[in-house]
């Protein structure tokens, strides 16, 4: 059974720092792209960033690029996201997914497994 399990969430104060784990089951998922993704109340769900099977090019969303690093565990099925400089407007659920094709990463539909979510809360 494929399973993805996100934890590290919880309250910041903005500009703080937060670091968010996703550990994988069930798939070799050292193998498969692996992305984030986060949704505020009222709002779609908005790509974070993603990263490639190998860990050789990671991708980010326009609005966290330079304040977020996503990353994977060599060997482990463990993807992370650390997060950086918060600000109010990353309060979200965020999930981590992952899925066997190695294109379209920033794209939710092109994601075939899905964690419960995390929710982040940026306080003032």
């Known amino acids: 059974q494929v399973q993805l399990v996100e934890s590290g969430g919880g309250v910041v104060q903005a500009g703080g720092s937060l670091r968010l784990s996703c550990a994988a089951s069930g798939l070799t998922f050292s193998t498969l792209p692996m992305g984030w993704f986060r949704q505020a109340p009222g709002k779609e769900r908005e790509f974070v960033a993603a990263?490639?099977?190998?860990?050789?090019?990671?991708f980010y969303g326009d609005s966290v690029k330079g304040r977020f690093t996503i990353s994977r565990e060599k060997g482990k099925n463990t993807v992370y996201l650390q997060m950086n400089s918060l600000e109010l407007e990353d309060t979200a659920v965020y999930y981590c997914a992952a899925t066997p094709r190695n294109y379209a990463l920033r794209s939710a539909n092109n994601y075939d497994y899905w964690g419960q979510g995390t929710q982040v809360t940026v306080s003032s």
């Open positions: 990263i490639t099977w190998g860990g050789v090019s990671t």
